[in-house]
C-alpha cells in the first residue's frame, strides 16, 4: 500500500513564524500536492510538484512556498504566519496515471 | 475555472435505505472523477475511480456513475449501515501534467441505527 506520512498530526504556531510541513510519500509517485481544507470550502490546491525540483501554483498559493529537492519529500513552507493559514494541511501523492493517495492532515492552528 | 459542486450538504438516513450523493461539475473536459471518503480528523480515502472514457464504477455495496455530457456524477450506496457514516468528497481529475483535481465541499452523511 502506498504511505504518505506527514510530519505532524498538529502544530500550533505564533503570527510571525516560519513554518514547515513535511511530507514524505514511500511509492516513488512522481506528483505530490499539497491542499488546505476548510469547512465549507472544500478542498483547495495550494501548490504541485510534477517532478523533482519542479513545482505549480495551485488555485491559492498565496503566502506559500514549495520545496521537493527528493522525489520521495515535498515540502510547505510559511515564511511568516497568518492567523488565515489557521487549517487542515493534507498532502498527496500520485503515480502519471494513478488516482492520489493522501497523508493523514496536519491541523494547523496559528495564534 | 472547473467548479464542483455536491448537494445536499448534509444528509441523515436510517439504516438500511438506499441513497445516493450528487455531484456535478461545470467543465466537461476531465481526465476523470474521484469519490472519496473523509472521517472525522482523517484523511481521504478513495472509494472509486471513473476515467473519463467510463460510465461506471463498482464497488461492493458502492456504484458511482459519470455523465460527462450533463457535467454530473453520482455516488449510490446500498443497504446503508451506521459505519458509512462520514463525508463524502467529490473530485474532479484535470488533463495537465499532474493530474491534479478539484474537489467539491462534500455531503456529510449520517446513517442512523
Known amino acids: 500500500d502506498v504511505k504518505v506520512t506527514q510530519s505532524s498530526r498538529y502544530l500550533v504556531k505564533r503570527t510571525g513564524e516560519k513554518v514547515f510541513l513535511e511530507c514524505v510519500q514511500d511509492?516513488?509517485?512522481?506528483?505530490m500536492f499539497w491542499y488546505r481544507q476548510d469547512p465549507g470550502l472544500g478542498l483547495r490546491l495550494i501548490y504541485f510538484?510534477?517532478?523533482?525540483?519542479?513545482?505549480e501554483k495551485g488555485d491559492i498559493p498565496e503566502g506559500y512556498s514549495v520545496s521537493r529537492e527528493k522525489k520521495e519529500r515535498f515540502s510547505l513552507i510559511l515564511e511568516s504566519a497568518s492567523t488565515n493559514q489557521t487549517s487542515m494541511y493534507l498532502c498527496?501523492?500520485?503515480?502519471?496515471?494513478?488516482?492520489?493517495?493522501f497523508g493523514p492532515g496536519t491541523r494547523l492552528t496559528v495564534l | 475555472k472547473q467548479e464542483v459542486t455536491q448537494i445536499p450538504a448534509a444528509l441523515s438516513v436510517p439504516e438500511g435505505e438506499n441513497l445516493v450523493l450528487n455531484c456535478s461539475f461545470t467543465?466537461?473536459?476531465?481526465?476523470?472523477l474521484q469519490w472519496f471518503r473523509q472521517d472525522p480528523g482523517k484523511g481521504l480515502t478513495s472509494l472509486l475511480l471513473?476515467?473519463?472514457?467510463?460510465r461506471e464504477q463498482t464497488s461492493g455495496r458502492l456504484n458511482a456513475s459519470l455523465d460527462k455530457s450533463s457535467g454530473r456524477s453520482t455516488l449510490y450506496i446500498a443497504a446503508s449501515q451506521p459505519g458509512d457514516s462520514a463525508t463524502y468528497l467529490c473530485?474532479?481529475?484535470?488533463?495537465?501534467?499532474?493530474?491534479?483535481?478539484?474537489f467539491g465541499s462534500g455531503t456529510q452523511l449520517t446513517v442512523l441505527p
Open positions: 473530485a474532479v481529475g484535470h488533463s495537465g501534467s499532474a493530474r491534479q483535481l478539484t
Open positions: 510538484s510534477y517532478d523533482v525540483k519542479m513545482k
Open positions: 498527496a501523492s500520485s503515480s502519471t496515471h494513478g488516482a492520489p493517495d
Open positions: 471513473i476515467q473519463s472514457s467510463q
Open positions: 467543465d466537461s473536459a476531465i481526465y476523470n
Open positions: 511509492m516513488d509517485h512522481e506528483n
